[in-house]
């Protein structure tokens, strides 16, 4: 069965320094794996997608994540933290065809 | 504009009266699925429809059913709700089925208490 863990539940960083939330997967094959950002009292919004097309990926408001099989994982990153990148995270895989799997979050908080 | 509605997006309601929150998406996405969003738990799949008349359940189906008669709607209906049930749901829609690269959108979500 397919799963996902997010390292960490709560992130700190000072405005203007870099952001890592980490994700790490497992899966049996080739996996589908996604970023979705939810700020306070919002829906989810996705940020990025690995299609198997690039290991590197990018996606909105200036984050990336890279995908590495050998250490399965596909941690989010960006270079410069902004206030209104404070949210909740979420690292997701596609279990088969239909099936979401979300791991637990990661809350970000900007501090300035 | 694209979307995914659900209401109603707040409900009160007491032990064991039934009720239904709605789900539309006016995308023509074969696939609907709810959510159910807890405390430190992130988002449980409740249940998923890849098609109209296909459903199938997610990891927390216990206590919900739902239906999909036409393409546009997925109602999630509590038969009698529990204090258990309390929580944020979401609904989201994708195309097409089987296409593993494609994303899902998620609607506003639907708080719910159940007294």
């Known amino acids: 069965a397919q799963s996902v863990t997010q390292l960490d539940s709560h992130v700190s960083v000072s405005e203007g320094t870099p952001v890592l939330l980490r994700c790490n997967y497992s899966?049996?094959?080739?996996?589908?794996l996604f970023w979705y950002v939810q700020h306070p009292n919002k829906g989810l919004q996705l940020l990025l997608k690995?299609?198997?097309?690039?290991?590197l990926v990018k996606g909105i408001n200036g984050f990336e994540a890279e995908f590495k099989k050998s250490e399965t994982s596909f941690h989010l990153t960006k270079p410069s933290a902004h206030m209104s990148d404070a949210a909740e995270y979420f690292c997701?895989?596609?279990?088969?065809?239909?099936?979401?799997?979300f791991g637990t979050g990661t809350r970000l908080k900007v501090l300035a | 504009e694209a979307q995914v509605t659900q209401n109603p997006r707040y409900l009160i309601t007491v032990t064991g009266k039934k009720l239904t929150v709605t789900c539309s998406q006016n995308?023509?996405?074969?696939?609907m699925s709810w959510y159910r969003q807890d405390p430190g738990l992130g988002l449980r799949q409740i249940y998923y429809?890849?098609?109209?008349?296909?459903?199938d359940k997610g990891d927390v189906p216990e206590g919900y059913k739902v239906s999909r008669k036409e393409k546009r709607n997925f109602p999630l209906i509590l038969e009698s709700p529990s204090p258990n049930q309390t929580s944020l749901y979401f609904c989201?829609?994708?195309?097409?089925?089987?296409?593993?690269?494609?994303?899902?959108?998620f609607g506003p979500g639907t708080r719910l208490t159940v007294l």
């Open positions: 995308m023509n996405h074969e696939y």
């Open positions: 429809s890849m098609n109209v008349e296909v459903t």
């Open positions: 899966s049996s094959y080739s996996p589908s």
């Open positions: 690995y299609t198997s097309a690039a290991t």
């Open positions: 997701v895989v596609l279990s088969g065809t239909y099936k979401y799997i």
């Open positions: 989201a829609s994708s195309f097409p089925s089987g296409a593993s690269y494609n994303e899902q959108f």
